[in-house]
């Protein structure tokens, strides 16, 4: 018996319909910059997620817009109640993802979906897709911008799944960035680049939001399997038409075909995640396709990256903390939580600590900063175990009263980075390079007790008895909240 | 004759004219295939009448230039042949 969870994304979206999350918008949208507008104003003002029931140009199809840009969507997903508080919707991901892996069980095509419709050879073509223009300036359409890419290893079973943005170039092209350091990356670039081969993948649109959650995150394990932790029972996948990769069953739309080695087309410029148009216009990934299947009426989807809060940005920094967390406590540091802020696009880390060493968040630096997750941010902000690592208040009180503007702030340079950060130089970004800073919000360990300065609050100055009192007697005092 | 636009990574100040090139252009056709990518060899102009097909440019970042250019497309090319050689 699984956790309760939506199998389909047609059952998240009545989910969320439900409960006020979403709106129906009847009124025809253009796929041509209006569904990318509005997307990204739904972000900006975190507006309920816009279920598209008309498209232009594309009459068989619907699409949804930020199905996970808020908490409140994210919680749902995972099948809580949408008021439920970030550290117990961080809690339920831990929980599951602590578990044993399950591994997916592979349905007949019967069983599937996803497979209501078969596009082969010229049928297979992307312009038949209502991939959106997603914001003015864009190099293209982007079919893949909320999705995961499946991709298995060339000589091991690995299977990887990962979301990385696909631009449509023509009707049978797709190019994109995979950069090194991710796990594709590693797979495509160490494995199949050198022997010049041809790497199968399937593109995943609109997978059920739980496959989408593990695609974002920086799992350790093959996310099929990661996914059914998630789920509490394995995913059901299907066999693709033209390779041996398996995809999510219930799926709206699969897009087959080769990534190919040493080749590449111009892509970008790109609307990102950090807010910014920022990497270069440059070759990158080609995908060429073979086949599209897809649901019946399927439903496109369309996430908009930009300033903040869009679902990309709310789910790795969500996953990233959590990652982090369970990396730091398996490392035996004292932490009492780490927290990821989505307004920051997850480039900035809060991790709570109980300060019982010297130096202990240089440490911390350098073990995040070091691991698999390191070149996704640049910014660790290490506050003690007094501080609330969600609430902004006490966190910008701690950076902006603890951290000692010199002997706090540790940068190190020589670091991995993205090249969509938009501060680094030309030089940095195209080779991926990124300083890093730890701000050390702690008072340093040797002061003695006597030097240490109290903090002056509610909570830390007042006898136990008088904050009860005044608690107790707080609307009687004539104070309504 | 379409509309087209091309991303430039230079100042537009700077931009190549009457010189053949080998770049992508987008056909801005309204429809399915808008914003359809292909390679061609093309000569470019900022007048915006000396070449048959009006051009719209784009710098790197995606900032429009205003004011259309033309452009006179000598022959499109296929992507394979100049595709090869890339990073990412």
Known sequence: MGYKYYKDNRAYIDALLATGDAVTVSQEVDWDLEMGAIVRRVCERKAPAPYFKRIKDYPDFEAIGAPIATYRRLAIAFGLDPATPIPEIASEYLARTSSTPVKPKVVDKKGAPCKEVILLEDDANLL?????????????????????????????????????????????????????????GKIFWNKYVPRNTPMPFATVINPDPLSAIAGCAPATLPEDQF?????????????????DLCVPAHAEIVIEGEVLPNVGIEEGPFGEYTGYRTSPREKRTVY??????????????????????????????????????????????????????PESTHHLVVVGVKPIYANIATQIGQLVFGSKLGPWFHMVLVVDDQTDIYNKDEVIHALSTKCHPVTGIRVTEHGVGSPMNPFVSTDERRYGKAPKVVFDCLFPYSWPVSEVPVKVSFNSVYPKNIREKVLSNWHSYGFKE | MATWDTFVNVEFKDLQEDQEQITIIRDLTPGRGKYRSTYARVKLSKDSVRYPE???????KGQLIDTPCSMHIV??????????????
């Open chain 1, 288 to 341: 060429r396709v073979k086949a599209i299947t897809m649901r019946s009426k399927p439903i496109m989807a369309v996430s908009n990256m930009g300033v903040p809060t869009d679902e990309g940005q709310l789910l790795r920094s969500f996953s990233l903390a959590l990652e982090m967390q369970r990396m730091l406590k398996d490392q035996g540091i004292p932490i009492t939580g780490v927290y990821m802020l």
């Open chain 1, 128 to 184: 038949s897709l209502p991939a959106p223009m997603v914001h003015d300036g864009d190099a293209g359409r982007y079919i893949g911008t909320w999705h995961v890419i499946v991709a298995k290893d060339l000589d091991t079973p690995l299977v990887n799944w990962g979301m990385y943005r696909q631009m449509l170039f023509n009707e049978k092209t797709m190019v994109g960035p995979v950069l090194p350091f991710s796990d594709m």
């Open chain 2, 54 to 60: 009006t051009v719209w440019i784009r710098l790197g």
């Open chain 1, 227 to 243: 996914t059914g932790m998630l789920m509490g029972e394995p995913i059901e996948l299907v066999k693709c038409e033209t390779n």
């Open chain 2, 75 to 88: 022959e499109f090319i296929d992507v394979c042949s100049e595709s090869q050689g890339r990073r990412d």
